[in-house]
């Protein structure tokens, strides 16, 4: 593979083409972009319209990967004979064509680029190889939202793929291991053009990284929940019975996280003759965490089957219908009647009892998700605040909280009220009269007793009945992020 040097020239020959993701995202504009998302490569070559300047020829090369002349392409590459030799480039005579993608890429940390196998374009159906390594892909953007954002020590991206991760993470010190090797060598160059230092391993799960704790950890297994087969994807197929991968991920590591620390996972798990939270809740309290699980989506097995036999390239082929029988046995056999795909997000936080929430959520959420993630974390202790100190403190309501009432027109009173989050996970809830007005009045000057007092003077109820009813809902709506310090 390439060295630090030939990664160094390719750095500087891209820059100088002006291959980089501000400069192409403005020459591709949102149609070309929009285009190359939906995996089709004629938006950008209408835009490109045969342009000749270096920055079209390295569209052209990384990005369609299409044939360009080698006498064109050579003196744009920064290291084209270490290219050659690593087989990132096929040279076919005066044409040369990439073996690889090669794409600008870039988060609030940083900007720079992703290595990985090439995205098939413009329909074409090409199966992946076992060793296949991902580029950029939705679920790769979603795992990246869902990280609680800061700056942190000590971080392990497990199943690091193509190495995306690590443009998005703000780390100290990055860890990123994986099962494939390829996987690693692609993600050395990512990383190493995106100048992101990471310790690259081999290896499975935790087994890299034995003994070794981390601030965060970040992960998007290779969840597929498939029957067991020689020749499997790795980057998604685990090779563990059902779900079992996911649930190593999960119980393995309180034993890798520092105290405070967190592990996001997004993934999919089994759903049987059991309710899905009860068996993930096996999971997660005995690492004595706190948990956010949200199960974003319900597939039945006909859709899920469906969905990953089409992403593995065999729609229309031969062994389509008879790979599709066996998924069907085997989760028959298996006991799996549907499959739950969603987010979990943990933190060590070392008490007697943690918060572990378990939860469908298939609505829209505000991004960046990870704030809300990490408020939820922070609100714990707040919620769970000794009663008289509860209390006593001065709340306010968030302030991108809304109230929405609805009613027939003309009536004296709204039949309808919903508090309503303008952010993190967007949630609504009705709160009736009470409760509405006490969190109507949490402005952060008056402690919530006067408040709740103040209330039950208007309702006309006795003041510590009104208190005893709402304690538990304020509580919720502290945990919920509704109203805040
Ligand atoms: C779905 S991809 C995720 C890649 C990348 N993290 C991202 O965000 O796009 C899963 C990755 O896990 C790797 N993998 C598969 N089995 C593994 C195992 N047992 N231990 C560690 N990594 C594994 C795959 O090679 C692949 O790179």
Not at 23 to 39: D, K, M
Not at 299 to 304: G, H, I, K, R, V
Request: contains cysteine.
């Amino acid at each position: 593979m390439l060295d630090d040097t030939a990664i160094s020239a390719l750095r500087r020959a891209l820059q100088d083409a002006d291959y980089t993701l501000d400069a192409v995202s403005e020459r591709l504009g949102e149609t070309g972009l929009s285009g190359l998302a939906r995996n089709s490569s004629v938006p950008t070559l209408r835009t490109l319209a045969g342009a000749t300047d270096a920055q079209a020829e390295l569209i052209r090369f990384w990005l369609l990967g299409r044939p360009v002349a080698a006498a064109t392409i050579r003196p744009l590459l920064g290291c084209p004979d270490a290219l050659v030799q690593a087989g990132l480039i096929h040279a076919n005579g005066d044409q040369w064509q990439a073996a690889v993608e090669l794409k600008p890429h870039g988060s609030q940390a940083r900007s720079g680029w992703i290595c990985s196998d090439q995205t098939p374009l413009d329909g074409r159906i090409v199966p992946p190889s076992e060793d296949f390594v991902l580029g950029a892909s939705p679920a790769s953007t979603t795992l990246a939202q869902l990280v609680p954002p800061g700056h942190y020590g000590t971080v392990l991206d497990l199943g690091t793929g193509c190495g995306i991760q690590g443009l998005h993470l703000n780390a100290e010190n990055l860890v990123a291991t994986d099962l494939n090797q390829r996987a690693l060598d692609l993600a050395r160059i990512s990383l190493g053009l995106s100048e992101v230092t990471a310790d690259l391993r081999l290896g499975s799960l935790y087994e890299p990284v034995a003994g070794e704790r981390f601030d965060l950890i970040v992960t998007n297994p290779p969840y597929v929940i498939s029957p067991p087969r020689p020749g499997r994807l790795i980057y998604r197929d685990g090779g563990f019975a059902g779900d079992d991968l996911m649930r190593e991920v999960v119980t393995g590591a309180a034993a890798h996280l520092n105290p405070g620390g967190v592990l996001v996972v997004l993934g999919n798990w089994a759903i049987t003759d059991r309710p899905w939270d009860e068996r993930l809740a096996e999971w997660i309290t005995p690492t004595g965490c706190d948990a956010l699980v949200l199960q974003r989506e319900v597939l039945d097995p006909y859709e899920y089957i469906e969905l990953w036999l089409a992403d593995a390239g065999l729609a229309g082929r031969a062994e389509y219908l008879p790979r599709y029988r066996q998924w069907l046995d085997y989760f028959a056999d298996s006991g799996i009647t549907s499959v739950g795909l969603g987010w979990l997000v943990l933190r060590r936080a070392e008490r007697a009892h943690p918060e572990v929430r378990f939860e469908d959520w298939p609505h829209a959420v505000h991004q960046p998700v990870g704030t809300a993630f990490a408020d939820f974390f922070a609100a714990v202790d707040d919620a769970r605040a000794p009663e008289a100190e509860f209390w006593a403190r001065c709340w306010r309501q968030h302030p991108e909280l809304t109230q929405e009432t609805f009613g027939e027109p003309g009536a004296a009173d709204p039949e309808h009220l919903v508090l309503r989050q303008g952010y993190g996970f967007g949630r609504a809830m009705e709160p009736g009269t009470a409760l509405a007005a006490v969190v109507g009045a949490c402005d952060g000057e008056l402690p919530l007793a006067a408040l709740v007092a103040a209330v039950s003077g208007l309702l006309e109820v006795g003041s510590q009945e009104l208190a005893d009813d709402l304690l538990p809902r304020l509580r919720e709506l502290v945990a919920l992020g509704y109203l805040v310090r």
